[in-house]
């Protein structure tokens, strides 16, 4: 396999970037940024917390691992046979970090000088894991202590009890970190095997972001990137329907005020089709329910909500989720006035004034966001793993119509795939 390059282009906008398939069988993305003085890279794989079941080409049947792996996986690649990582990076000056999610694991560096050194840090640690009993089971007292946070945060529960309303059998409604339980079935060997299936070069992208060059990236890409063979990964999840699981949930907690979600259960989609889905649900919820909308101010005026009210799209492989959420003294009252507004909305359609002034805002939100070396590695990164181009997104913003809008709120937003998760102060 030999290395080509294809110069990716935005018709909106002029901005461009190179996207490299290297002869090892990574994906590179590098967007050059004149004029800018910090260079981010992020070297990311297609492996988040709902990858729990999968196979390659020289696997009969499907193997299932701990909820909570992939996590746990991202944090003892910090440390190799020799040293921790941080201390190699301490000497370039480099600000280095790395996330799980429910679908991607990356780690990233940020730098104003000495980013080749860098660089050769991250694709060599990334590529060297080194695993012990001992530092397993050292690993899970110091994880089985931040799940133990997690579920004292009111925020994290009242969420993931939004997604445990929502979804039936769909491993998104675990906790990314897993449970105390299932961490205690994690073992080197297992680690090791996620490894090799998921930290495969053909699963996996390198970004570039800002003061840098080609050239330069590939300098230290052919230099220390390992060679391997496509393994044919297939990821499987369970057959979840539309159905939800309850229509809502109530936890008590130490908050001064009561926390909810509203979320709804919308029919997941691929590629284009969940990039198209996705831009049609963000534009619809801010008119429906965005800051400048008669529903917002009213609840605001009467004061079932304050500025903390706010809605999202949170989807990937296998669930699509609209949710809207912040503080009330009543959540019931605030699910039951979302309820209405959308009822009437698909009877209506939506405001036109208001879908014109979301789209623009919308549309120079994300034109900034092009001059910000951060925001370009991190949406090369999820744009590619989603099927996407980076600028696929304002192609798509620019194409947008209000009926395409009406159209998503008449068949996904159904009430009565609706869930609602409270979490009240303990008495």
Same mark, same amino acid.
Not at 167 to 195: F, M, N, W
């Given at each position: 396999?030999?290395?080509?390059?294809?110069?990716?282009?935005?018709?909106?906008?002029?901005?461009?970037?190179?996207?490299?398939?290297?002869?090892?069988?990574?994906?590179?993305?590098?967007?050059?940024?004149?004029?800018?003085?910090?260079?981010?890279?992020?070297?990311?794989?297609?492996?988040?917390?709902?990858?729990?079941?999968?196979?390659?080409?020289?696997?009969?049947?499907?193997?299932?691992?701990?909820?909570?792996?992939?996590?746990?996986?991202?944090?003892?690649?910090?440390?190799?046979?020799?040293?921790?990582?941080?201390?190699?990076?301490?000497?370039?000056?480099?600000?280095?970090?790395?996330?799980?999610?429910?679908?991607?694991?990356?780690?990233?560096?940020?730098?104003?000088?000495?980013?080749?050194?860098?660089?050769?840090?991250?694709?060599?640690?990334?590529?060297?894991?080194?695993?012990?009993?001992?530092?397993?089971?050292?690993?899970?007292?110091?994880?089985?202590?931040?799940?133990?946070?997690?579920?004292?945060?009111?925020?994290? /529960? $009242?969420?993931?009890?939004?997604?445990?309303? *929502? &979804? =039936?059998?769909?491993?998104?409604?675990?906790? @990314?970190?897993? !449970?105390?339980?299932?961490?205690?079935?994690?073992?080197?060997?297992?680690?090791?095997?996620?490894?090799?299936?998921?930290?495969?070069?053909?699963?996996?992208?390198?970004?570039?972001?800002?003061?840098?060059?080609?050239?330069?990236?590939?300098?230290?890409?052919?230099?220390?990137?390992?060679?391997?063979?496509?393994?044919?990964?297939?990821?499987?999840?369970?057959?979840?329907?539309?159905?939800?699981?309850?229509?809502?949930?109530?936890?008590?907690?130490?908050?001064?005020?009561?926390?909810?979600?509203?979320?709804?259960?919308?029919?997941?989609?691929?590629?284009?089709?969940?990039?198209?889905?996705?831009?049609?649900?963000?534009?619809?919820? /801010? $008119?429906?329910?965005?800051?400048?909308?008669? *529903? &917002? =101010?009213?609840?605001?005026?009467?004061?079932? @909500?304050?500025? !903390?009210?706010?809605?999202?799209?949170?989807?990937?492989?296998?669930?699509?989720?609209?949710?809207?959420?912040?503080?009330?003294?009543?959540?019931?009252?605030?699910?039951?006035?979302?309820?209405?507004?959308?009822?009437?909305?698909?009877?209506?359609?939506?405001?036109?004034?208001?879908?014109?002034?979301?789209?623009?805002?919308?549309?120079?939100?994300?034109?900034?966001?092009?001059?910000?070396?951060?925001?370009?590695?991190?949406?090369?990164?999820?744009?590619?793993?989603?099927?996407?181009?980076?600028?696929?997104?304002?192609?798509?913003?620019?194409?947008?119509?209000?009926?395409?809008?009406?159209?998503?709120?008449?068949?996904?937003?159904?009430?009565?795939?609706?869930?609602?998760?409270?979490?009240?102060?303990?008495?």
């Amino acid at each position: 396999m030999e290395t080509t390059k294809t110069i990716v282009r935005s018709p909106q906008t002029g901005d461009q970037y190179v996207h490299i398939h290297h002869k090892s069988g990574l994906e590179i993305l590098v967007c050059e940024m004149e004029g800018f003085s910090t260079t981010e890279a992020m070297f990311g794989t297609k492996y988040g917390s709902i990858n729990t079941q999968f196979k390659t080409a020289a696997d009969h049947d499907y193997c299932t691992v701990p909820e909570g792996i992939a996590h746990f996986l991202e944090h003892k690649l910090f440390e190799n046979e020799d040293c921790d990582v941080f201390d190699l990076y301490a000497k370039t000056g480099a600000n280095a970090n790395a996330f799980t999610s429910f679908d991607k694991t990356c780690y990233y560096f940020d730098c104003s000088d000495n980013f080749k050194a860098s660089l050769e840090i991250l694709l060599s640690f990334v590529q060297s894991p080194y695993f012990t009993p001992e530092s397993v089971a050292k690993e899970q007292g110091i994880i089985g202590q931040e799940i133990r946070m997690c579920d004292d945060d009111p925020g994290w /529960r $009242v969420f993931f009890n939004m997604l445990g309303g *929502l &979804y =039936q059998k769909h491993p998104v409604r675990i906790d @990314i970190a897993g !449970t105390i339980e299932s961490i205690a079935q994690i073992t080197d060997d297992l680690l090791y095997r996620c490894y090799r299936t998921f930290y495969n070069l053909h699963n996996m992208v390198l970004a570039v972001a800002g003061n840098c060059k080609v050239d330069e990236v590939l300098e230290v890409a052919d230099r220390l990137l390992k060679p391997c063979e496509d393994q044919k990964l297939e990821t499987v999840f369970p057959v979840e329907s539309l159905d939800i699981v309850r229509s809502e949930t109530v936890e008590t907690a130490a908050v001064g005020q009561p926390l909810f979600h509203v979320g709804f259960k919308c029919a997941p989609r691929t590629g284009a089709e969940n990039l198209q889905a996705q831009i049609e649900a963000h534009i619809a919820m /801010r $008119v429906l329910a965005g800051t400048s909308s008669p *529903l &917002y =101010q009213e609840l605001l005026q009467e004061g079932l @909500i304050n500025p !903390t009210f706010s809605s999202e799209i949170f989807n990937g492989d296998g669930f699509f989720t609209v949710i809207f959420g912040g503080e009330s003294r009543d959540p019931r009252a605030v699910r039951d006035r979302i309820a209405a507004a959308l009822t009437n909305a698909q009877e209506t359609g939506l405001d036109e004034a208001l879908f014109n002034e979301f789209k623009k805002s919308t549309y120079g939100a994300l034109v900034q966001e092009l001059n910000n070396v951060s925001s370009v590695t991190n949406s090369m990164i999820a744009s590619h793993m989603a099927g996407c181009g980076l600028y696929d997104t304002l192609r798509v913003l620019s194409d947008l119509k209000p009926e395409d809008c009406n159209r998503f709120l008449q068949k996904e937003m159904d009430i009565q795939r609706m869930t609602l998760s409270i979490i009240e102060p303990a008495k």
